[in-house]
């Protein structure tokens, strides 16, 4: 069987764990279990908490209370006390996704001896195991060893690097496997042997020994979206096979239950082993009893979605089971817990789960006043050195500007903050292939960028940096990840196929219709909306069109744009290297691999123009909606009072019709006239 070399202490005693007995008290012999006993089992996810531990907004600089560990927390008390057998698991995505990551990471990197701060956080709430997700391996193989404490037997971790702090739980990854030795870079999986209180037979309260295996999975797509680092290193494994091999050892070594920690969604296509969101056809893996997933930013369950993945033949949406197995995602940045409460019979062998009685829902810091819950105070004083290093870091100024930068309105067209982005790595490009890449002089370069914030998080969830001085942390608002710029070199074809990708943003609007159509397809993430703001390309997006016909009128210096016209296009790792499928964009079509971060480069393009306005930054699109005349109202929502944004974009077809859409999410209702 593979190594399963420890990431954490061999003994932890956690007694904020309220089980009758810690992980590592001896576990008296006593009486069997009678057949027949009952107990409840809780599972508490956490996932894509992306380094929120508390409730703030380092790019907005002001408290949040939508957002945080530190809210998070306070549900985990509420549900440890109605659920005296519990664990508590963190699902990913876990270290990256803040300033506070950044700062730790990048800027003042955290000593060896030192915890990183959502790891502070995470063990003063006793979590008890944890899976990976893909955005762990964003700053490197080195830094992901270092703070989880780990000792990665890999190609650029020296043999001798010591152990440093870091995680008072053990994380488990099966399916990422070191390319020297051939066995999983994690602990592929766990068994956690615990005292839980259960009622016997006749009635009575019984004390009973429980082992829950976990297992975690991460999307193969890691290997891809962060080649720069892990290329050569390490390779992966498909989330199915890889369960299929584990899963059978683990009820070998006595787990009574297995959990699978799958950093994934759940899509319906046809399972191939690279697949980013597997978790339709893990479910379909004999043996696992429950499911914590991720990734996806959304809560499951939810009986309101009409996200098609929620609504395929096997999936329950209302119960929250994925072809009858208990499955749970907290949605992200600590807006919810994840409860599972496994309802489990002992058969005079295992405990197994009576799905029956079983529940799962997604709890939300939002309460039903409209208000959250109350931060757990023991989590702020933690991390106090870190926060107010990161605020005095962000502050730093980089240049001014005379217009404000949003993404309220970037569906619709406002470019106000995705022009600055492409402008810096439209120059970063062509400025390397004129030190660098003589042979490629004579192409034309461009750049695509997204709108990274557009209220899927939220009403707060977009970007907006206002006049005056713009600093390191208004830089963050406007490029959201700390991606590589990468370029590829493409033909017109090429382009075109990528536009029409990005145009999957939209519904197709039926004119004919007299009913109220929704514009925006929300599953269809705002970061996938690529689009071009550069004065030489000019196209329409017709959403009247069926998805892959829709880009119209695609002109390149006011000439119909040529198939076969070749490009370097300016763009980042993720999606170089096929981040979001786009059609053509595997990696194979990459040129420059900058090893630069697209924030850094947009940084030091601010540093050098000094003085932004919206005549030379922000007023350039190349794209508009094609011309429909709709019977109905085509609407999408937005952060309410806003429409003055609107005109400053000159998107005139705009108009704000109520000023909370009824969603009860602080959303405006807005409409677009797509025939002006």
């Not at 008390?77 to 506070?100: F, M, S, W």
């Not at 929620?310 to 119960?319: A, S, T």
């Not at 590589?484 to 145009?503: I, N, P, T």
């Not at 077809?653 to 009860?664: A, E, I, T, W």
Request: proline share 6%; glycine share 8%; charged share 15%.
């Amino acid at each position: 069987m593979p190594s399963m070399r420890p990431n954490h202490r061999a003994c932890l005693v956690l007694p904020v764990v309220p089980f009758l007995l810690s992980a590592c008290a001896s576990l008296p012999s006593g009486t069997a279990t009678p057949v027949g006993a009952e107990a409840t089992l809780a599972l508490l996810e956490t996932t894509d908490l992306h380094a929120n531990v508390l409730s703030y907004d380092y790019y907005k600089l002001q408290a949040d209370p939508a957002i945080g560990l530190e809210r998070t927390a306070t549900l985990i008390k509420q549900a440890r006390a109605e659920y005296p057998n519990n664990l508590l698991i963190d699902n990913g995505d876990a270290l990256q996704g803040t300033a506070l990551a950044d700062y730790q990471a990048l800027v003042k990197p955290v000593a060896c001896g030192e915890t990183l701060a959502i790891y502070k956080a995470m063990n003063q709430l006793g979590v008890d195991g944890a899976g990976i997700g893909n955005h762990e391996f964003n700053y490197g193989l080195a830094y992901l060893n270092q703070v989880t404490a780990s000792h990665f037997d890999v190609d650029g971790v020296p043999a001798d690097a010591p152990r440093c702090a870091g995680p008072g739980f053990p994380i488990v990854l099966a399916n990422i496997y070191s390319a020297r030795t051939r066995q999983p870079l994690f602990a592929p999986y766990r068994i956690l042997t615990r005292r839980i209180s259960a009622t016997g037979p006749d009635g009575q309260p019984i004390t009973a020994t429980l082992k829950v295996g976990i297992i975690g999975f991460t999307p193969p797509g890691v290997l891809s979206w962060d080649k720069h680092w892990l290329a050569g290193k390490v390779y992966a494994e498909g989330v199915r096979e890889t369960a299929q091999k584990y899963i059978p050892q683990m009820r070998a070594e006595g787990a009574d239950l297995i959990v699978a920690i799958s950093h994934g969604g759940i899509d319906g296509e046809p399972y191939t082993p690279d697949m980013e969101n597997a978790n339709y056809h893990l479910a379909q893996v004999p043996g696992i009893d429950a499911m914590l997933i991720g990734h996806e930013h959304l809560p499951f369950p939810d009986a309101a979605s009409k996200r098609a993945a929620f609504n395929l033949p096997g999936v329950d949406k209302v119960q929250g089971t994925v072809y009858g197995v208990p499955t749970v995602m907290a949605n992200l940045w600590g807006k919810n817990l994840g409860v599972i409460g496994l309802h489990l019979q002992y058969d005079g062998a295992h405990w197994t789960v009576d799905k029956s009685r079983t529940t799962v829902a997604a709890r939300s810091t939002k309460q039903p006043d409209g208000s959250y819950v109350a931060a757990d105070p023991a989590i702020a004083p933690l991390v106090a050195a870190e926060h107010a290093a990161t605020i005095s870091y962000v502050k730093t100024p980089v240049g001014t500007s005379d217009f404000r930068m949003t993404s309220y309105f970037a569906d619709v067209g406002d470019i106000s903050a995705i022009e600055l982005v492409n402008q810096a790595q439209t120059a970063y490009v062509q400025d390397y292939v004129k030190a660098n890449l003589p042979q490629y002089a004579a192409l034309p370069v461009l750049s695509m960028a997204s709108p990274f914030k557009t209220g899927a998080a939220g009403v707060a969830d977009y970007t907006d940096v206002k006049p005056g001085a713009v600093a390191l942390n208004n830089a963050a608002d406007l490029y959201l990840y700390p991606n590589a710029l990468h370029a590829v070199k493409l033909d017109g074809a090429g382009l075109k196929a990528w536009l029409e990708k990005s145009a999957e943003r939209f519904n197709r609007i039926d004119p004919a219709s007299s009913a109220q159509q929704e514009l925006i397809n929300t599953s269809f993430a705002g970061f996938n909306f690529d689009m071009l703001t550069s004065a030489d390309i000019r196209y329409q997006i017709d959403v009247t069109q069926a998805v892959g016909q829709r880009i119209v009128g695609l002109h390149y210096k006011g000439a119909p744009l040529s198939p076969t016209q070749e490009f370097l296009v300016a763009t980042n790792n993720y999606r170089a290297s096929g981040g979001g499928n786009f059609p053509g964009l595997d990696g194979g079509k990459t040129v420059i691999a900058s090893p630069d971060s697209s924030r850094d480069v947009l940084i030091a393009y601010i540093q050098k123009t000094r003085q932004l306005t919206r005549a030379r930054n922000g007023a350039t699109r190349s794209w508009r909606f094609a011309p429909a005349a709709v019977q109905g109202t085509v609407v999408f929502h937005s952060a309410p009072g806003l429409l003055d944004l609107a005109r400053e974009a000159g998107l005139a077809n705009v108009s704000q019709r109520k000023v909370d859409d009824g969603s009860g999410k602080g959303f405006a209702l807005y409409a677009i006239d797509l025939n002006q």
